[in-house]
């Protein structure tokens, strides 16, 4: 049997990789690193919520999605040459996808059927990991990390690509958007 626990984190603190010592699980980088894990654990709802409502291919962009994620963090760890430029367009691509044909004209309320309710939570929950993010990069000990550049700008078009995603769902499932 595999067991899932260490007891190393039961006094607060955690091995950091970037930094390679053991930091507090509050530190500002892995406030970080949690916010991208929580993003991407709802775009997983939202992953089984589309297979749910029969919305394959929308299954597979959010795929995309977690495993780009996964790139996220690791490079936020230290890793470098997992993000590309292409990951950039590729979320643009998606945005563009979704969007076509529907015109926001103010803001939305984020509702509709649950697929675009989940798809605007976890949009949510990415433009908080942006912000942790952020905080993070200000901060003294990622001073060295590279591709800061590069990570804002895919998280910000993820958030981007899981709005037009929620949009579209929301006009094929209930028909309209409902502004505020």
Same mark, same amino acid.
């Given at each position: 049997?595999?067991?899932?626990?260490?007891?190393?984190?039961? =006094?607060?603190?955690?091995?950091?990789?970037?930094?390679?010592?053991?930091?507090?699980?509050?530190?500002?980088?892995?406030?970080?690193?949690?916010?991208?894990?929580?993003?991407? =654990?709802?775009?997983?709802?939202?992953?089984?919520?589309?297979?749910?409502?029969?919305?394959?291919?929308?299954?597979?962009?959010?795929?995309?999605?977690?495993?780009?994620?996964?790139?996220?963090?690791?490079?936020?760890?230290?890793?470098?040459?997992?993000?590309?430029?292409?990951?950039?367009?590729?979320?643009?691509?998606?945005?563009?996808?979704?969007?076509?044909?529907?015109?926001?004209?103010?803001?939305?309320?984020?509702?509709? =059927?649950?697929? =675009?309710?989940?798809?605007?939570?976890?949009?949510?929950?990415?433009?908080?990991?942006?912000?942790?993010?952020?905080?993070?990069?200000?901060?003294?000990?990622?001073?060295?990390?590279?591709?800061?550049?590069?990570?804002?700008?895919?998280?910000?078009?993820?958030?981007?690509?899981?709005?037009?995603?929620?949009?579209?769902?929301?006009?094929?499932?209930?028909?309209?958007?409902?502004?505020?």
């Amino acid at each position: 049997m595999v067991r899932l626990y260490t007891r190393t984190g039961d =006094s607060g603190e955690t091995y950091c990789v970037l930094l390679k010592k053991r930091i507090g699980k509050d530190h500002v980088l892995i406030e970080a690193l949690g916010s991208i894990d929580e993003a991407n =654990s709802f775009i997983g709802l939202a992953r089984a919520l589309a297979r749910a409502e029969g919305f394959d291919g929308i299954d597979a962009d959010l795929e995309y999605m977690q495993r780009l994620l996964f790139k996220v963090g690791y490079t936020f760890s230290g890793k470098t040459g997992l993000l590309s430029e292409d990951d950039v367009k590729r979320l643009e691509e998606i945005s563009d996808r979704y969007m076509e044909g529907i015109e926001i004209k103010w803001f939305i309320l984020p509702s509709g =059927s649950q697929l =675009s309710a989940a798809l605007h939570v976890a949009r949510s929950v990415v433009r908080r990991s942006e912000r942790a993010i952020i905080r993070a990069f200000r901060s003294e000990e990622a001073s060295g990390m590279g591709d800061k550049e590069l990570i804002l700008r895919i998280v910000n078009r993820l958030s981007d690509a899981l709005y037009a995603i929620a949009v579209h769902v929301t006009v094929k499932t209930v028909g309209k958007l409902e502004y505020v």
